[in-house]
Each structure stands twice: as C-alpha cells, then as structure tokens.
C-alpha cells in the first residue's frame, strides 16, 4: 500500500468517524430552530349569555308582571380596553342585550301581531372604569316594548361599586349605591289624577346595594339586598320606593372550560313596595327564579 493509499484511507475513515463521534457527545445546535411557542393570555374580549325565569317581573320595585312567569334571556359582551399601573387601572367596555317574555301576553295587545308575548327588550351599552378598589360603571339604558305595554324610556345609569374582599375576605359585602336618570320617557311611574302615566316627568333613583355571598362546596351563596329612593318624579311621590332582599343559589355544572362555565342558579327575592309610590296592589311579594347561563 502506497503513502497515497494510506491517507486517502486515513482520510476517508475520519469522515465516516465524525458523524459518530458527534451523536455520541453533545449534540451538535442547528443553524435554524423553530420560534418559542406563543405565550397564550387572557382574552380581551369575555361575555355571558343565557336564560332567567321569574315568577313575578319587578323594575325598580314596580310590578310589571305579577304572578306569571316571565322569561328573560340575555346577552353580554365585554370587551377589556386597558389594563395596567396608574390611577385608571382598568378600562372595560360593555353591550349588553336583555329581553323579557310572558307566557300571558304582554299589556296592550294588537290584533295578530307576533309580539304579544314579547314585553320588554333592553340595550345596554356602557363603559366601567377601575382605579383601585373602586370600579365607576356607566351605562345608557334603552328601553323599548314590543308588545306596546308601554312606550319606550331611555336613561343613564351610574354605578359606583367597592371591593372589600381584601378587608373582609369571606364577610365581603361588596356595597355600591346606583343613581339612574331619566333622560326620554319612563323607566319609573308617575300617573296624573286619573291614573294615567305621564312622560314629562324625568326623575332620578338612587339605590344602594350589597351582596354578601360564600360558598359551600360547589355551590355559590349570595345575599343581595337593595334599598331605593326615587326623587324628582320618577315614583309617583318622592321618598322610599323599594326594597328587596334575597338569597340566590349557583351552582357550576362539570362542563369542559373550553365550552365556557355553565352555571345553574335559583334563588328567591322578597319585595317591599310603598304602594303609594309605586302604583303597587301590594306592598309585599316574593319571587321565585331559576336560570342556566354560561360564561366565556
């Protein structure tokens, strides 16, 4: 074997070797790898929808619909604007769809019409601004009768709501007071002296609110109880208008998350009416509901 042959050969061997020597120590990086997976977030766009059934339709404590079950579906989506350090920590818009149907016809009824049964449809859009433990919601209500029960109202309403968690864990009563404003028509009653209501009147509620809650295993406790106020004629005198106080039950059905949370509820409201203001055949009722929503 010739000088040649050996180094041809010696070369050829040190080729073969290298692919093995570097399998079996470190492995060798490539020129190219593929990018870091996405970091997966929290959506900016939540939301709920779903379905209540009530025995007794009340609005600011003023009996829309007594003693016949009224079913209300609805539809909200939130849409989260900012989030982040400084005074405005969080910026969130909303636009909510709320309806209300009578298995007894709603109000005025029009000779084969389709919308009878169809009592009330709502649009609520609004924008809730949070600085801190304080979270200020603003929201322009549109209300609109299909069934000509009543002509259509709008008004602003303002909600200032406190988180307390932090100061009273488990006993939080997470307090707010509301402030609604007629601005075109009637969301409350005012009826002149033969019983008629009038829509020249734009009055002012003020409600204040808390809702305590728990939970025992799966199953969510909440204690919400309201008292309201109307001036400026949004009842028929100024003064107490309300006040309700009940207890509802939620429950989280084991449903997959990526389908949502669905959650089962029922609960019972107690309503306390001045007659006088409200326009109110009783001054006491309860009301039963149940409801299945789920959300995203």
């Excluded at 709920?48 to 404590?61: A, E, K, M, P």
């Excluded at 079950?69 to 005074?87: M, N, R, T, W």
């Excluded at 409201?269 to 149940?290: L, P």
Aim: hydrophobic share 35%; glycine share 12%; proline share 4%.
């Amino acid at each position: 074997m010739t000088k040649n042959t050996v180094a041809q050969f010696c070369a050829l061997a040190a080729v073969v070797a290298l692919p093995s020597l570097s399998f079996a120590g470190t492995p060798v990086k490539k020129a190219c790898c593929a990018p870091a997976p996405e970091k997966i977030t929290e959506s900016a766009i939540t939301g709920d929808i779903g379905l209540n059934v009530v025995s007794s339709y009340y609005r600011r404590g003023i009996i829309q619909q007594n003693h016949s079950a009224s079913f209300q579906p609805y539809l909200d989506v939130y849409f989260k604007a900012h989030e982040g350090d400084g005074f405005i920590n969080k910026a969130v818009l909303g636009l909510g769809l709320w309806n209300s149907f009578s298995n007894t016809g709603a109000g005025n009824r029009r000779p084969g019409s389709t919308t009878n049964s169809w009592y009330e449809s709502d649009f609520t859009p609004s924008l809730a601004l949070t600085a801190g433990k304080f979270t200020l919601t603003e929201t322009y209500l549109i209300l609109t009768f299909p069934g000509d029960a009543a002509a259509s109202a709008q008004a602003l309403q303002s909600r200032l709501s406190f988180d307390d968690s932090d100061y009273l864990g488990t006993l939080a009563l997470h307090p707010a007071i509301t402030h609604v404003k007629e601005l075109d028509g009637k969301i409350g009653t005012n009826t002149n002296s033969r019983g008629v209501q009038t829509q020249d009147k734009q009055g002012n509620l003020w409600e204040l609110s808390v809702a305590p809650g728990t939970a025992v295993g799966p199953v969510s406790i909440t204690i919400p109880l309201v008292l309201a106020f109307g001036s400026g004629g949004f009842y028929n005198q100024d003064g107490y208008g309300y006040f309700s106080g009940g207890v509802n039950l939620g429950y989280t059905l084991p449903v997959s998350k990526h389908y949502g949370t669905w959650t089962a509820t029922a609960g019972a409201t107690y309503y306390n009416t001045s007659k006088k203001a409200t326009g109110n055949r009783s001054d006491n009722d309860i009301v039963a509901s149940a409801g299945l929503g789920v959300a995203f």
